[in-house]
C-alpha cells in the first residue's frame, strides 16, 4: 500500500473550529449543570423531504425572516486562572540549581482573562439552546443574546465532546423555537442556508447547497467522537459554531461545526452535524445531564479492496470485525474476528463508522439483528447493547526499545521487533489478553511503511496466524508466501487488519 489512512488532513490542509471567534487565547475545562433528571426536551419536528424539482426562488426572504429569530449570539467569558508554568518556557530550567531556587516546583503563571464568540440556536419555547462544545467549554459565564435585542445569562445543561454538542438554559418562555427536519431525507445537492454570527458582525445568511453526506474526516477522534457531518459550501467562518444549517423551507437540518480550509475563512467545505443527532444528543443532556450510548464491544474497521481481497468478499460493503472485548454484547451474541456486519435491523452497514454511529444511536438494552459474512455465508446475530463504556485514550507509543531482533528477510523487510514486556504493554496500552511482538523501527522505503506500519504497532497474526513473541514474528514472515500479507496489529489503542503489499501496486488505506 503506498498511502496509509492518516487521523489529520494533507499539511496544507487545515480544519478549523467554524466556532469559537477567540479574542484572546483558548479556554480551560467547564462544568456541566448537575446531572439530574428533567421532562424531555420539546422539539419541533417536520419529518416531510423537501419539495424538489421546482424552479429557482428568486428569493429567501420569507425563510430568513421565519429562521433568524431562532438564531442567536453566544459570548463567553474566562476568568484569570493561576496555571504551572510549562518547563519549556523558563531559560534555563533544566539546571539543577535553577530547579533547587524553585523548590523544584514549577512557577505559577496567571492567565489572563479570556473571552469568545459562537452561535446557537432555540430549541424549545423554554429555552433551550443547541450550540457547539467548543463554543462553551470553559467558559465561567455564557451570554445569549437574541434576534430582538434582549441577553441572558445561560447555564451549561450539558455537553457531549464526542459529537462537539452542547445545549445550554435560558429563563425565558415563548421564543421562537426552530422546526428539526428529518436530516436523513437529505439530498446531495438540496439548496441549504447557513445563518450565524460570523466574525461577531452580526448575524449573517449564506446559501449554497448539500455537497455530501457522512462525512467522517477525523475531527474528533481524539474524543474518540462520532462523525457523521453534513458537507456544505454555503459560506461558514469563525463564530458561525453552533449556528442553524436549514432548507429552503426553513427547517433545521444541521448546526454549522466546523470548515476545511487553508486560511482559516471560507473555502467551500464546511461540516454540520446533522439535525437527527443532533436531536438525539440535546434529548439525552437536557434529561440526565449526558448521553447514554449503546454498546457492542467490537473493535471494527472499513473494509479495504485489498482486505476484500484477503478475506475473500465481493466487494468493499460493511463493517470488518477486527477484534471484540471479552464478556460484551458482541461476544455474548457469538461474533467473531474476520465476520463482516452487513446490515443492522435490515439498514444497510456502507462501512465502519456507519456502524459505529448506528449502534451509538441505540440505548442500552435495545435488541440489536445484525446481518453478518462469515466465511461467505450470510448469517443473522442477535445482540443487545450496553452502556458504552467511558473512553479510553491510546498510548503515545515507545520510542524505542532495549534490543532489537531485524527482520532482513521474510515479508516484513525493514522491520524490527521486540519482546512486549510490562512496560511496553503499559505504555502502549495494550490489554493483558494480547499477546505478540512489538514494531520498533520501520525502513521509510518498505512496502511495510506504505502499508502504514509504524514503531509502537504490536503485531497480533500474521496470515491468520498467532503471534506470541518477537520470534514467532520473524519465523512467520519468512514462512509466509505470496506478495501480499495479512497482518494483525494493536495500533493506537484499536485492533487492525492491514495487508502489507510488496508489489507496491495496492494504494487503499488500511
Not at 449564506?206 to 477522534?221: D, E
Not at 458537507?231 to 449556528?243: C, E, F, L, M
Not at 452502556?387 to 522491520?415: F, H
Not at 511503511?449 to 503485531?459: E, K, M, N, P, S
Request: glycine share 10%; no cysteine.
Amino acid at each position: 500500500m503506498k498511502n496509509q489512512l492518516t487521523r489529520h488532513l494533507s499539511r496544507h490542509r487545515t480544519l478549523w473550529a467554524a466556532g469559537v471567534f477567540a479574542f484572546a487565547g483558548v479556554f480551560a475545562g467547564v462544568h456541566a449543570a448537575q446531572q439530574t433528571s428533567r421532562p424531555a426536551i420539546a422539539l419541533k419536528r417536520d419529518a416531510q423531504p423537501v419539495q424538489r424539482g421546482q424552479l429557482e426562488r428568486a428569493s429567501f426572504s420569507d425563510v430568513v425572516k421565519r429562521v433568524s429569530p431562532s438564531v442567536v449570539k453566544i459570548t463567553t467569558e474566562t476568568k484569570a486562572k493561576r496555571v504551572a508554568a510549562n518547563a519549556a518556557d523558563i531559560p534555563g530550567f533544566d539546571n539543577p540549581i535553577l530547579r533547587q531556587f524553585y523548590g523544584n516546583r514549577l512557577p505559577e503563571m496567571r492567565t489572563p482573562p479570556q473571552s469568545g464568540l459562537g452561535s446557537g440556536v432555540i430549541v424549545s419555547a423554554d429555552g433551550y439552546v443547541v450550540t457547539n462544545n467548543h463554543v462553551v467549554d470553559g467558559a465561567d459565564l455564557v451570554t445569549v443574546s437574541l434576534n430582538d435585542g434582549r441577553e441572558f445569562t445561560a447555564k451549561v445543561i450539558g455537553r457531549d465532546p464526542q459529537t462537539d454538542l452542547a445545549v445550554v438554559k435560558i429563563d425565558a418562555q415563548g421564543l421562537p423555537a426552530i422546526t428539526l427536519a428529518d436530516s436523513a431525507k437529505t439530498e446531495i445537492g438540496d439548496r441549504v442556508l447557513a445563518i450565524g454570527n460570523p466574525f461577531g458582525i452580526g448575524e449573517t445568511v449564506t446559501s449554497g447547497i448539500v455537497s455530501a453526506k457522512g462525512r467522517n474526516v477525523g475531527i474528533l477522534a481524539d474524543v474518540e467522537g462520532f462523525e457523521d457531518f453534513i458537507q456544505t459550501d454555503a459560506a461558514i467562518n469563525p463564530g458561525n459554531s453552533g449556528g442553524a444549517l436549514v432548507d429552503i423551507d426553513g427547517r433545521l437540518i444541521g448546526i454549522n461545526t466546523a470548515i476545511l480550509s487553508r486560511t482559516g475563512g471560507s473555502q467551500g467545505v464546511g461540516l454540520a452535524v446533522p439535525a437527527n443527532l443532533v436531536s438525539q444528543v440535546a434529548d439525552s443532556l437536557v434529561k440526565t445531564g449526558k448521553v447514554v450510548r449503546g454498546y457492542l464491544g467490537v473493535n471494527i474497521q472499513t473494509i479495504t479492496p485489498a482486505l476484500a481481497e484477503s478475506f475473500n468478499l465481493k466487494n468493499n460493503k460493511g463493517a470488518l470485525v477486527a477484534d471484540i472485548v471479552p464478556d460484551s454484547p458482541a461476544a455474548k451474541a457469538g461474533l467473531k474476528e474476520g465476520d463482516v456486519v452487513t446490515a443492522l435491523n435490515g439498514a444497510p452497514v456502507t462501512d465502519a463508522n456507519n456502524l459505529k454511529n448506528q449502534v451509538s444511536s441505540f440505548s442500552p438494552g435495545t435488541k440489536l439483528n445484525l446481518e453478518i459474512l462469515r466465511d461467505g455465508k450470510t448469517e443473522t446475530v442477535a445482540a443487545t447493547t450496553s452502556e458504552r463504556p467511558g473512553s479510553k485514550r491510546a498510548g503515545k507509543g515507545l520510542e524505542s526499545l532495549s534490543k532489537n531482533d531485524s527482520n532482513d528477510e521474510g515479508v516484513l523487510n525493514g522491520v524490527a521487533v521486540d519482546e512486549l514486556d510490562r512496560n511496553g504493554r503499559r505504555e502502549l496500552n495494550v490489554p493483558a489478553r494480547l499477546k505478540g511482538a512489538v514494531i520498533t523501527q520501520v525502513a521509510p522505503d518498505s512496502a511495510s511503511a506504505r502499508a502504514g506500519l509504524r514503531a509502537g504497532d504490536v503485531i497480533l497474526e500474521i496470515n491468520r496466524q498467532p503471534v506470541a513473541s518477537a520470534k514467532d514474528a520473524i519465523e512467520l514472515s519468512a514462512k509466509a508466501e505470496g506478495k501480499k500479507t495479512l497482518l494483525k496489529l494493536w495500533s493506537k489503542g484499536n485492533t487492525i487488519f492491514v495487508v502489507v503489499d510488496e508489489t507496491g501496486s495496492e494504494k487503499s488505506p488500511s
